[in-house]
């Protein structure tokens, strides 16, 4: 018994020094128009609005052009320098009427009321008042089928089960749940034609009667082994969430609540601040994100945070014509806020009804110049050349040339801690580790490796202030002397069991996927490139049709989605996605990767290290740490020449395998 603990302890000991699993939030930003101007009084003047045209967090139905949400700044007394006076913010939204996406008048499937409230889709419980409200779940007109004992689920906790299939008589008995918990059930007759079910339950927030769910089976059929229901048709709302709205409810810093009916009105009752170089929560995400500029400048824009998993639609203002877009209308175009920059543009020219002619879908951008999020002009932190692709951010390997790029990783001015022999993942397949820590000698060896493998090292003397590392590598693209990573260590320090290294200030660019620009490529539909230095320019050289009902893609990921309208009408925009969800990536440190956010780690999980290559010294972990000595040579997986240990450092997970070790063998 003695031997299989010590074994287990042993096994155990490995996980903690192995560690890799860790998660990382990603969130999607999604902003509105940018306001700048020299205070609160200039931006706004008479009054400003804006609605889901300009805001895409807000509730938009592009078919039947559809919109209930604005938010208003208006010029009231308490307006004066990045102050908005009391009831200077009104959030406005009003019931309005829309098409379920399974249209079927004839079965009860033609519209329903609903109302966007604070950039989510909710539906009334009551369609003339705008007090009681629940969140919609599901509007699909998907095809599912499902079989005897099936469950089918719709989110939230929500589920529809196949209790039995009857396909002579055309029936299925369907059950509707709630956390596994039975709600209601029905035998549909689909050969009778009423194949819908609408589930109506009483003392939701008061109300009875209240449609909770539609379903509506299409058919029912025999499979090869078992008995189909097939649905089409799925509408439903969080009843079990269902909120009701008082007029002493606050919303964040909406606080004064007003109900006339169908419209909910909420206004400021104090002044709200627009406080520079941060994000200021108005109510229920959202907020204003305000930049970083001297007292004599006001810039912000409006957004909506989503942390919620899934795929988000990331659109620009709508068109029913000839039309342009760029960063104050395409919340997809790269937008820097604090330098007030943007790189790219898209343009619909010579359109004919739905088609739009050679050359006359034009996309262009150029290399602008941005400062690092990590800021110190003395240490070579000051700006750095940015260029928008396809509304994602890459860096030109060549300042004033725009025809290789690659991808931003990364540009961070957290601190993040690191011990002796840990990892931090940057994302992409990207780390750092800290080989050795030597307090005494305020320096710290770093090695940066790619998937694993060896890529450069360099033992950075933070003494000396001359603090960051600059990454250069060569060949990148048939380019040399490109700056692929910069590191900043803020110090190293002793902590309770290690020595310490704190980096402040990362930013890293995607050089093992480097791409190169020609003219002959095609992007898409845009396939007529044209390089002027810092510029880059893609229009289509065939027509483009904008096909009604239908999402058209332009290029990489960027599609128009057009309205189903008549043949006299037009209204199209265009977007991107963009997805937030949990991100599981297996690091051994912290997590800092992610195609949106970085991860707020200021200190490293103990259990997240790996294995240190020189455990036999131990000063790199005592104070008594004493000066590297000069690093060998080695060849490493990329040909360049790797240095090999200086020869300090400790595994404390190895001593206590060799405890476990001993235990074993005693116990023998």
């Keep these: 018994m003695k031997r299989f603990a010590a074994v287990t302890l042993a096994a155990l000991m490995l996980l903690t020094v192995f560690a890799s699993a860790a ?10 128009p940018v306001f700048n101007g020299s205070n609160i009084d200039d931006i706004v003047g008479d009054g400003v609005t804006i609605d889901a045209t300009q805001f895409a967090a807000f509730y938009y139905d592009i078919d039947d052009n559809v919109t209930t949400e604005t938010l208003s700044i208006k010029n009231v007394s308490g307006n004066s320098g990045n102050v908005i006076g009391e009831g200077g913010i009104v959030y406005s939204t009003t019931i309005q009427k829309v098409d379920y996406e399974y249209e079927k008048p004839s079965l009860g499937w033609d519209n329903y009321s ?158 709200f601040t627009l406080t520079r170089d941060s994000i200021n929560e108005l109510a229920e995400g959202l907020s204003f994100k305000v930049a970083d500029t001297p007292s004599n400048v006001l810039r912000f824009y409006l957004a909506k945070e989503i942390t919620e998993p899934g795929t988000y639609e990331v659109r620009g203002s709508v068109a029913s014509g000839e039309a342009s877009w760029d960063a104050s209308n395409f919340a997809g175009f790269y937008y820097d806020l ?43 932190w000051e700006q750095y050349p940015v260029i928008g692709f396809f509304a994602e951010e890459y860096i030109p390997l060549k300042s004033n040339s725009a025809d290789k790029l690659a ?46 493998e060896y890529v450069d090292d360099e033992i950075i003397d933070v003494g000396t202030g001359d603090s960051t590392w600059d990454v250069e590598l060569d060949d990148i693209q048939d380019e040399d002397d490109v700056v692929v ?108 990767g992610g195609n949106v956010t970085v991860g707020e780690n200021v200190t490293t999980p103990t259990d997240n290290v790996t294995t240190p290559e020189t455990p036999e010294d131990l000063n790199a972990t005592t104070p008594e740490a004493t000066t590297p000595e000069e690093p060998t040579e080695a060849t490493n997986a990329t040909g360049e020449e790797k240095e090999d240990s200086p020869g300090f450092g400790v595994v404390l997970g190895l001593v206590g395998l060799l405890g476990v070790v001993y235990l074993v063998r005693r116990n023998n």
């Design 23 to 32: 998660s990382a939030a990603d969130s999607v930003e999604i902003r509105g």
């Design 114 to 271: 609903l109302l966007g409230f604070f950039a989510d889709k909710y539906i009334p419980l009551k369609s003339n008042s705008a007090d009681k409200l629940a969140k919609l779940v599901l509007d699909s007109d998907d095809k599912y089928t499902v079989r005897t004992g099936e469950t089918l689920d719709l989110g939230q906790g929500y589920s529809l089960q196949a209790k039995q299939v009857d396909v002579d008589g055309e029936k299925v008995w369907l059950e509707f749940d709630k956390d596994g918990e039975y709600v209601d059930d029905e035998i549909i007759d689909v050969g009778t034609g009423d194949s819908t079910w609408d589930v109506e339950l009483d003392d939701i927030q008061d109300e009875d009667d209240v449609v909770v769910l539609k379903v509506h089976v299409n058919q029912v059929f025999q499979g090869a082994v078992d008995s189909i229901a097939q649905i089409e048709g799925i509408w439903l709302i969080d009843y079990a969430n269902a909120i009701k709205i008082e007029s002493d409810d606050e919303f964040g810093d909406l606080d004064d609540v007003s109900i006339n009916g169908d419209t909910l009105n909420i206004t400021n009752e104090d002044s």
């Design 338 to 380: 604090n330098d007030n920059v943007e790189t790219e543009s898209l343009s619909v020219s010579d359109l004919d009804g739905n088609v739009i002619g050679d050359g006359g879908l034009v996309y262009q951008t150029s290399i602008k110049e941005v400062a690092y999020e990590y800021e110190n002009e003395d240490l070579g």
């Design 407 to 452: 991808k931003l990783v990364l540009d961070s001015d957290d601190k993040y801690t690191v011990r002796t022999g840990e990892t931090l993942d940057l994302g992409q397949g990207y780390s750092l580790q800290a080989k050795q820590v030597d307090v005494d000698g305020e320096k710290v060896w770093l090695e940066f490796d790619k998937d694993g």
């Design 485 to 592: 990573l910069k590191v900043h260590v803020n110090q190293v320090f002793q902590g309770a069991v290690d020595s310490i290294a704190q980096i402040e200030g990362i930013w890293l660019i995607d050089y093992a996927n480097a791409m190169k620009i020609e003219s002959d490529d095609e992007f898409g539909e845009l396939d007529d490139v044209s390089i002027s230095g810092d510029t880059l320019k893609i229009s289509n050289s065939d027509t483009f049709t904008l096909t009604r009902d239908s999402d058209q893609e332009i290029a990489e990921g960027m599609s128009f989605k057009i309205a189903d309208t008549s043949a006299s009408d037009l209204r199209y925009y265009p977007f991107v996605e963009r997805t937030a969800g949990n991100e599981t990536t297996n690091v051994t440190g912290p997590s800092v």
